[in-house]
Nanobody, 125 residues
Framework: EVQLVESGGGLVQAGGSLRLSCAASGFTLDDYAIGWFRQAPGKEREGVSCMSYSDRSTYYADSVKDRFFISRDNAKNTVYLQMNSLKPEDTAVYFC??????????????????WGQGTQVTVSS
């Protein structure tokens, strides 16, 4: 069974950094498009960053560009989201996702096949 488990969330002051991890099991992550999404209270889930597996091209939402960075460690079958210069607006539940269709990463939309349970990130001002 495909499983994704996020970790690394927590409370951080504005300007600080966090590194989220997503451990995958039941499949080889290297063969999947991967992504990070977030959902703030009362808002729709939005794509934060996605990466294809075919050419490793990346997508970043304008709101996080140059602050957040997505990566994967195939040996550990783990996806990471390095978040720097955090802002209160970044407060949300963050989800990792994976899909065997690499083109999913091109759009980074809320239609990935597999999802983690989410991890809370709270940025205080």
């Amino acid at each position: 069974e495909v499983q994704l488990v996020e970790s690394g969330g927590g409370l951080v002051q504005a300007g600080g950094s966090l590194r989220l991890s997503c451990a995958a099991s039941g499949f080889t992550l290297d063969d999947y498009a991967i992504g990070w999404f977030r959902q703030a209270p009362g808002k729709e889930r939005e794509g934060v960053s996605c990466m294809s597996y075919s050419d490793r091209s990346t997508y970043y939402a304008d709101s996080v560009k140059d602050r957040f960075f997505i990566s994967r460690d195939n040996a550990k079958n783990t996806v990471y989201l390095q978040m720097n210069s955090l802002k209160p607006e970044d407060t949300a539940v963050y989800f990792c996702a994976a899909d065997p269709i690499t083109e999913r990463a091109w759009y980074c939309a809320d239609n990935f096949g597999s999802w983690g349970q989410g991890t809370q990130v709270t940025v205080s001002s």
